[in-house]
């Protein structure tokens, strides 16, 4: 079993990251399979609920107010059309709704709490929730607990040194101190970043070695391909090549393997056998609809289509899908130390996958 690691060094992930492609994708492969079934994808659908407008300078971002890009904002959507939007996504085999707003940190006041009552009552459609509203306060984070948020979603995006490349108007530090207040709550905690802005080798090494540091990790980790998107300061960026995907993906498998790695942004400039390579690299989950927050994602039909051929199957709500060796030695770990597993919410069910305990069996 490989164990977490929280002392990871950038030469290492480096390391990993540039070994020769074959070795590179079976150990992501192997770590893969000891931790989740590899059959199982987790599917979440993005809302944007309030659109553009943000005073945040993100290079990436279309969202920026202080960028000339071509998208129509939106003042915050009512509980009603979340709903209406909830339904649909759970309709199409998605389990997690992930509602995104263009605000630089949450507001207490009307706004905030016509959110908490979306969380309520896609919580009450049997989906898990998700939010990324910008930095919260430990008291915010705790009244979206208390409404039923399942995740917080909240990028590091790059290393702590190319972060100040691409964002001016805040910093790394505060970053981690939201998904620290984050982490005070049951919430689980949703983190990744963004490849193709320009930054090296080295920052991408970094970024996994902040996410790496944190305890626990994140449940989940977002790879992002940028989408470049015209009047945006990254609008000439050349696209993410898919040998850089797939090494991303793999090397986060294999340094947190524990982690749902989630192929994120930029799917619609990939091939199925590119996205066959990442899942097989690791990835396991996905953002599925038609539009991610502002820019197009592949269509759902396509998407489940996809998945038929490659024989995945998306992973239902408040279920983690784990391989048996993964659930005994996490049960053992955390009775020792006379714990609840970290991903042990009062609804949260381990399905224990037993065709891949009887193959465990037999190899032993
Ligand atoms: N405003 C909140 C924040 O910044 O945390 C939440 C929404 S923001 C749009 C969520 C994430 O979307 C960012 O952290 C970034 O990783 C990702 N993102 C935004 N624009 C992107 C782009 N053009 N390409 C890829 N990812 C992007
Ligand atoms: C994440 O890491 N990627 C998603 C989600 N978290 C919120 C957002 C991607 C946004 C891509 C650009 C856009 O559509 O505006
Ligand atoms: Fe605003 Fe978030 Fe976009 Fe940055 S990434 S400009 S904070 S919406």
């Not at 048996?324 to 130390?337: G, H, I, N, R, Y």
Request: proline share 5%; glycine share 6%; charged share 25%.
């Amino acid at each position: 079993m490989s164990e977490v690691r929280h002392n990871w060094t950038k030469e290492e992930i480096l390391d990993i990251y540039n070994k020769p492609l074959m070795e590179l994708l079976y150990e992501a492969a192997t770590i893969h399979r000891k931790h989740h079934d590899p059959n199982t994808v987790q599917v979440s659908t993005l809302l944007s609920i309030k659109t553009g407008g943000c005073p945040e300078d993100c290079g990436y971002c279309p969202q920026a107010a202080r960028y000339h890009t071509d998208i129509e904002g939106n003042d915050l959507m009512s509980v009603q059309q979340v709903k209406a939007q909830a339904l649909r996504a759970k309709s199409s085999g998605s389990s997690r709704v992930c509602m995104g707003a263009a605000w630089r940190n949450v507001k207490d006041g009307p706004e905030f709490d016509q959110v908490l009552e979306m969380v309520r009552t896609i919580n009450k459609l049997d989906m898990e929730v998700c939010c990324t509203l910008g930095m919260v306060t430990e008291n915010q984070a705790k009244r979206l607990a208390e409404a039923g948020l399942y995740a917080y979603n909240h990028n590091l995006d790059s290393s702590e040194e190319y972060y100040k490349e691409v964002i001016s108007t805040r910093g790394f530090e505060d970053r981690l101190e939201t998904i620290d207040n984050v982490r005070k709550t049951n919430v689980t905690v949703c983190s990744g970043g963004i490849i193709g802005m320009g930054e090296k080798e080295e920052d991408r090494a970094g970024m996994l070695v902040a996410l790496t540091t944190l305890n626990p990790q994140p449940e989940s980790v977002p790879i992002n391909a940028l989408v470049a998107v015209e009047g945006t300061p990254l609008e000439d960026q050349k696209p993410v090549s898919i040998w850089d995907m797939v090494r991303m993906v793999a090397t986060t498998r294999i340094v947190l393997p524990e982690t749902q790695v989630r192929l994120s942004a930029g799917r619609t400039q990939m091939t199925r056998e590119g996205q066959a390579m990442c899942f097989f690299a690791g990835a396991n989950s996905i953002f599925a609809g038609d539009k991610l927050l502002t820019t197009p994602n592949p269509d759902v039909n396509e998407d489940m289509e996809m998945f038929k051929l490659l024989g995945l199957n998306p992973q239902k709500p408040f279920i983690k899908k784990m391989q048996p060796e993964t659930v005994e030695a996490e049960d053992s770990k955390f009775q020792a130390l006379g714990e609840k597993p970290k991903w042990s919410r009062p609804e949260h069910k381990i399905e224990r996958n037993e065709e891949a305990k009887e193959k465990a069996k037999a190899l032993r």
